[in-house]
């Protein structure tokens, strides 16, 4: 159990509560910019969109959109199921979007207590994700995060996705870790952990809804806070 010392934590889904952060900000632009002719209510806006952008960030993850593909064309997949062929109206959204989403707060159920059980542990931190870096700093920030953590490794600034191992040796080599003293937390199965697996770091996948799989993990856990129970 001890002889883990550098902790690498995937941001969206696992510490931070995308789905209801989005969510909020979704229904914020629903009535900031006068949606409801378009999509009458705002959990229809909400719905359709958590749809397409599922979609265009499982293409962007691999290699088969780029980010300013991604950000215009979810809202544009979006507004086309309801007749809407808009591009310029998809952008202008889009922007509203990444001006509210980033600082909603909402953590996942047991983040912060368990940020402050492990920094007082005093091991080393460090975020790896997919997400642009601008954002995802901003989601740090915003939600008080920022103090647990060393450092901040994006696929954006590295070039590389997760799982592509390329992003986790960057990480590590760059927190001057080795693989044995380093374990990566997440809750996408390819992404985080087989990402981690076939690099050759520990994982910890983070399964709340015990979503069934065939893969070989480190640790598995329902709960965040079980993590105390490994750490």
């Not at 931070?16 to 909020?24: G, I, L, M, R, V």
């Not at 293409?59 to 064309?73: C, H, I, P, Q, V």
């Not at 647990?148 to 590295?158: A, G, L, P, T, V």
């Amino acid at each position: 159990m001890l002889r883990y010392k550098h902790l690498f934590f995937d941001l969206d889904h696992t510490l931070w509560d995308y789905t209801s952060n989005s969510a909020e900000a979704l229904v914020e632009m629903f009535k900031e910019m006068e949606l409801e002719p378009i999509f009458h209510q705002p959990d229809t806006l909400v719905n359709t969109f958590s749809k397409y952008n599922e979609w265009v960030w499982g293409e962007y993850k691999n290699d088969r959109m780029t980010k300013s593909m991604l950000r215009t064309r979810r809202f544009e997949l979006t507004l086309e199921e309801f007749g809407v062929n808009d591009p310029d109206f998809a952008s202008k959204l889009n922007d509203v979007f990444l001006t509210l989403m980033p600082y909603k707060t909402a953590l996942i159920d047991g983040a912060w207590e368990l940020m402050e059980y492990l920094s007082a542990k005093n091991y080393r931190m460090y975020i790896v994700t997919n997400g642009f870096t601008n954002v995802q700093i901003e989601k740090l920030n915003s939600s008080r995060l920022n103090q647990f953590f060393s450092k901040m490794f994006s696929s954006e600034q590295i070039g590389y996705n997760k799982p592509k191992p390329q992003i986790f040796e960057w990480a590590l080599k760059s927190a001057n870790a080795r693989k044995t003293e380093s374990i990566m937390i997440g809750d996408e199965i390819v992404s985080d952990i087989m990402g981690a697996r076939k690099f050759g770091i520990d994982q910890i996948y983070y399964n709340p809804n015990a979503t069934p799989h065939k893969e070989e993990v480190t640790y598995e856990i329902r709960s965040l806070l079980e993590i105390k129970d490994i750490l």
